[in-house]
């Protein structure tokens, strides 16, 4: 993996990252008050998890349901070059591939389609508790097939390697926050609501 791929990503990442931050604490007064009503409050520790949580959402949002020219362009735009979207069609017909470990050649691929999932199964069963493996598991797989989905309108592909990789993420993901929360237990619970008689 080149320097300036991953530097190509991340930067887009943070295009993505700021609206949902935005969007966010746009929203904050609204949950703070619903959690009000429902006689729950909701430590900054775990406010400042479901911000990253849905700053990373925002980031994968970019990345995963644009054509592939808009990360390149917005680098070339940061770099002082016009952008270039009337020179591509934003809606085009993707392509399906569902042949499995077709992809996996690329470790980039691999890698990426595994870490994109990891949050879905360590965040989620983190700050909702009700949530195990098998929630967390349908949540990812969900995603990722709508993903994969819109991922034909702009040009994309559906892969059924990407949808392999994903749940592998989800799964990995839920394992890191199970030994985490026997690690750290304590701390662990911090990140859920609790209700205000609790406090």
């Known amino acids: 993996m080149s320097a300036e791929r991953l530097f190509r990503y991340l930067f887009a990442m943070a295009w993505g990252a700021l609206p949902a931050l935005v969007l966010c604490l746009a929203l904050l007064p609204w949950r703070q008050r619903r959690l009000h009503r429902l006689g729950l409050v909701s430590s900054p520790v775990r406010e400042g998890m479901l911000l990253l949580f849905w700053m990373f959402c925002g980031a994968m949002a970019l990345l995963t349901l644009f054509p592939r020219w808009v990360v390149p ?17 934003f809606f085009t017909m993707g392509t399906v591939s569902l042949t499995p470990f077709g ?3 690329d470790p980039f ?4 389609n595994v870490v994109m999932f990891l949050p879905f199964g360590f965040l989620v069963p983190l ?11 349908l949540l990812g797989v969900c995603i ?17 390697d990407d949808l ?9 993901g839920y394992g890191i926050w199970r030994l985490w929360r026997r690690l750290a237990s ?12 609790e406090m």
Not at 129 to 137: I, M
Not at 144 to 152: A, H, W
Not at 164 to 172: F, I, P, W, Y
Not at 186 to 197: F, G, K, S
């Open 186 to 197: 304590d701390w662990a619970c911090r990140l859920w609501c609790r209700e205000t008689n």
């Open 73 to 89: 362009s917005l680098v070339d735009v940061w770099n002082g070059y016009r952008w270039n979207a009337g020179e591509y069609p």
């Open 144 to 160: 990722t097939f709508f993903v994969e989905s819109c991922q034909l309108l702009v040009g994309r592909a559906f892969d059924v």
């Open 164 to 172: 392999m990789l994903n749940a592998l993420g989800v799964l990995a």
């Open 103 to 105: 992809t996996l050649y």
């Open 127 to 137: 700050l909702w508790r009700r949530t195990g493996w098998g929630s967390a598991l």
């Open 109 to 112: 691929i691999f890698l990426g």
